[in-house]
T-cell receptor, first 114, second 116 residues
Framework: DAGVIQSPRHEVTEMGQEVTLRCKPI?????LFWYRQTMMRGLELLIY????????DSGMPEDRFSAKMPNASFSTLKIQPSEPRDSAVYFC????????????FGSGTRLTVV | AQSVSQHNHHVILSEAASLELGCNYS??????LFWYVQYPGQHLQLLLK??????LVKGIKGFEAEFIKSKFSFNLRKPSVQWSDTAEYFC??????????????FGKGTHLIIQP
């Protein structure tokens, strides 16, 4: 199993530009989560999906952030327009959703907005 | 909403010392509890998890944790640490009814440094 795959691994962009982060969950997992990690705030849950449906987006910091999951094997997190304070590591995780199997994290995307 | 408190932000130990990292959670109902490790520059890896049953949970790399419901605690332990255990350790909780369909709430993490 290839695990949770995120791309790109690193992204450097200028303030005001649109940024799209991508995630491919583990095949068969029906829950997908987006987290943001910063030194100041630690790991924060941004949004999660069950069976491709957004369940809770209360962690999304602003309207500049949006996430989609068009099918069971792909999700995107978009920031438009990006700001320097969005600089962080963004992790995607997936889980089987039932039975307590736990969560598997991707390698993360390190975003730097200059 | 649930929350997690990790008391020690930085811990420095010598090799072969025993380790205990504290974790307390706040939630009124059944919980699922996790410890994750993040090695420098890497993603989070699951060390161990508690869902039900025996409150003493054994994980990978010789780690274990004990769920004490009366104290709302889930402390991580290892009898003898190694230099390779240097990493960031995160305690996390999710409502017990979700089974993996709800998001994790993480503590702020404990940065563990093992000196040779």
């Amino acid at each position: 199993d290839a695990g949770v795959i995120q791309s790109p691994r690193h992204e450097v962009t200028e303030m005001g530009q649109e940024v799209t982060l991508r995630c491919k969950p583990i095949s068969g997992h029906n829950s997908l989560f987006w987290y943001r990690q910063t030194m100041m705030r630690g790991l924060e849950l941004l949004i999660y999906f069950n069976n491709n449906v957004p369940i809770d987006d209360s962690g999304m910091p602003e309207d500049r952030f949006s996430a989609k999951m068009p099918n069971a094997s792909f999700s995107t997190l978009k920031i438009q327009p990006s700001e320097p304070r969005d600089s962080a590591v963004y992790f995607c995780a997936s889980s089987l959703g039932t039975g307590g199997y736990g969560y598997t994290f991707g390698s993360g995307t390190r975003l730097t907005v200059v | 909403a649930q929350s997690v408190s990790q008391h020690n932000h930085h811990v420095i130990l010598s090799e072969a010392a025993s380790l205990e990292l504290g974790c307390n959670y706040s939630y009124g109902g059944t919980v699922n509890l996790f410890w994750y490790v993040q090695y420098p520059g890497q993603h989070l890896q699951l060390l161990l998890k508690y869902f039900s049953g025996d409150p003493l949970v054994k994980g990978i790399k010789g780690f274990e944790a004990e769920f004490i419901k009366s104290k709302f605690s889930f402390n991580l332990r290892k009898p003898s640490v190694q230099w390779s255990d240097t990493a960031e350790y995160f305690c996390a909780v999710t409502p017990g009814t979700g089974g993996g369909a709800d998001g994790l709430t993480f503590g702020k993490g404990t940065h563990l440094i093992i000196q040779p």
